[in-house]
């Protein structure tokens, strides 16, 4: 297991989900974890994890968050799932998308950058296999995520004097709170799980055990990496 001790990490949106799942993993790991989001949650309770509400859609200046001195992981999970048809998508909600994928996150890291230095740290980011992968009424969640990857190439080239790594993960549909919709009875399951090489959907510690990777020591010579986490789906072709 990853050593964590003495580590202070942020994740954002970590109250459900693969941000709890994370959030479960580096407490484990010895961690000290602060949760930014809008709720708290029983299990962050549990675990012990300091809570401070935030709003991934306000201006970071306008948060009342305590940002450590030193900062050696930030996760950003706040995100979007809006499957439609192209004719039916309206530009507000291509704006939503992009605000709460892209601009919530910029804002974010742009307001831990100095904790970020000060310990040089690692950012977490989330696209998706959408932004790879050509797939119907993605339209406007696979532009957003497209964006995050531009972000994360582009701050882990602009911020790596400052030994500061930027990552991302890009899932495939994971069982979450957030897919509900889309994996809510067992049929839905097994059509998803088809689509994929290794037959299955994701869960949430498989995509929790990458981020924690990317967040360790043992990736500290890796930055501006996408790692795809999607049961093969955007590399394997099959049939």
């Given amino acids: 297991m990853n050593d964590f001790t003495n580590k202070n990490v942020v994740v954002v ?31 962050l309770e549990e675990l012990g994890v300091q809570h401070e509400p935030y709003d991934a859609g306000q201006p970071f200046a306008e948060q009342s968050v305590t940002v450590p001195e030193l900062l ?20 507000e909600q291509f704006r939503a998308d992009y605000e709460i994928n892209v601009v919530g ?5 742009k307001g831990c950058l100095k904790p970020l230095a000060a310990a040089g740290g ?41 030994k500061v790594r930027v990552n991302a993960v890009s899932p495939s549909l994971t069982d979450t709170e957030l897919a509900a919709r889309l994996l809510g009875d067992d049929k839905k399951k097994e ?11 994701g869960e949430v510690g498989d995509i929790a055990s990458a981020v924690v990777y990317l967040l360790s020591d043992d990736a500290s ?19």
């Avoid at 992968?133 to 532009?143: E, P, R, V, W, Y």
């Fill in 72 to 91: 050696d992981g930030l996760v950003y999970c706040p995100g979007s799932i809006t499957l439609a048809s192209f004719k039916q998508l309206k530009p």
């Fill in 105 to 109: 996150a910029a804002e974010t890291i």
């Fill in 191 to 201: 059509r998803s799980a088809e689509r994929h090489p290794l037959k299955r959907v």
């Fill in 221 to 239: 010579w890796v930055t501006g990496q996408n790692l795809r986490v999607d049961g093969g789906m955007s590399a394997v072709a099959t049939g």
């Fill in 122 to 162: 690692s950012v977490v980011l989330f696209s998706t296999v959408a932004s790879s992968l050509g797939m119907g009424f993605h339209a406007s969640i696979a532009a957003a995520k497209s964006g995050v990857l531009g972000l994360m190439i582009s701050l882990a080239a602009e911020l790596a004097p400052q």
């Fill in 13 to 43: 949106g970590g109250s459900r989900g693969i941000g709890l799942e994370t959030v479960r993993r580096l407490v484990e790991a010895g961690a000290a974890v602060t949760v930014w989001s809008r709720t708290r949650s029983g299990e």
